[in-house]
Nanobody, 125 residues
Framework: QVQLVESGGGSVQAGGSLRLSCVSSLNKYRRYYMGWFRQAPGKEREGVATINKIGDATYADSVKGRFTISQDYARNTLYLQMNSLKPEDTGMYYC???????????????????RGQGTQVNVSS
């Protein structure tokens, strides 16, 4: 059974930084795209950042230049470095993975095959 376990969320003031981690139990002999989406109360789920099977990263316009997605294959861990955080970044952040191919990974992120339980990020002004 595939597990994705997120950590690293918390409460910070605007302008601060957090690094989210996602440890996975994905099959090492298959290729997956991985990513993060977030959901805030009363808002639509939003794909934040994805990294495809060949390592290309894609970011939502709202986080470009502030967030960086990366992978440590040896540790089976996906990261999301979040800098210059804004109050509108507040939400539950979910780690996702899928072994299928998509034209738009960001749009697909909330419907991925595998998803973690989420980690909460709160940014105060």
């Amino acid at each position: 059974q595939v597990q994705l376990v997120e950590s690293g969320g918390g409460s910070v003031q605007a302008g601060g930084s957090l690094r989210l981690s996602c440890v996975s139990s994905l099959n090492k002999y298959r290729r997956y795209y991985m990513g993060w989406f977030r959901q805030a109360p009363g808002k639509e789920r939003e794909g934040v950042a994805t990294i495809n099977k060949i390592g290309d990263a894609t970011y939502a316009d709202s986080v470009k230049g502030r967030f960086t997605i990366s992978q440590d294959y040896a540790r089976n861990t996906l990261y999301l470095q979040m800098n210059s955080l804004k109050p509108e970044d507040t939400g539950m952040y979910y780690c996702v993975a899928d072994d299928r191919d998509f034209h738009d990974y960001l749009a697909h992120a909330p419907r991925s095959l595998f998803r973690g339980q989420g980690t909460q990020v709160n940014v105060s002004s």
